[in-house]
């Protein structure tokens, strides 16, 4: 079965693209065995479900093959924001052995495949911890035989730990923040508990920062565009 994805891509414009490749750069160059990235956040809502998956687009268009996976088995709007109509089995039905069979689906995006969250699981930090993380450490392994990036979108840590348990499993965490809307010591917080796993940190994307007509980057990029009002 093949998932069909309406994405427009003129709909975020040309800064946004922009950051957005900027992103996928610096994670080239922190090194070549940065391959599975999860992506947190401190709370709801502060863009990280969006940019991961944008940021899963960007390398695909690289000619990247790329696994996008739904790891929010407790609130995921995945397949609601996407408008998937189809019957789709995911990862919650996969740690809880009620799907043994393969959980990916290709996409008509190209170069990219998608793992969706499945149903809501009422214990989703029961089916991570013990001998399930090792059924999660199994599938992540196997995936990288397949692809060149692994993006895992994982809930917000602030109040739970499923992202961290993930975080056992990947190269590194990219952690996002919400210009304005969380404290320093929230973040510091979610950055404590990744690396009580020993979860690599790679860094942080600052969402929802608002480009001022006087500031650098909105004369530079107005003027050469031609969108300056």
Sequence with gaps: MEIFFNIDETEKGFLYEESMRMLRTNLQFSGGNLRVILFTSSIQDEGKSETSFQLAISFAKLDKKVLYVDAD?????????YQ???????????????????????????NMDVVFAGPYA????????????????????KQRLQYDYIIIDAPPLANIVDA?????????????????????????????????????????????????KNSYHYKYYGDYYGNKK
């Design 73 to 81: 088995m407790r609130k995921s709007v995945f397949t609601t924001r």
């Design 122 to 141: 009422p214990n989703p930090a029961e089916l991570l911890y013990e001998n399930k993380l090792n059924k999660l450490d199994e599938f992540i392994k």
């Design 164 to 212: 961290a348990v993930i975080g056992r499993c990947v190269d590194g965490t990219v952690i996002v923040v919400k210009s304005a809307t969380v404290s320093q010591r929230m973040v510091k917080r979610v950055k404590d508990q990744l690396e009580k796993v020993n979860c690599k940190i790679i860094g942080a994307v600052l969402n929802g920062v608002e480009m001022k």
């Design 84 to 110: 998937i109509k189809e019957n789709v089995q995911g990862l919650s039905q996969y740690l809880s052995g009620q799907n043994t069979e393969d959980i990916v689906y290709k996409t008509n995006i190209k």
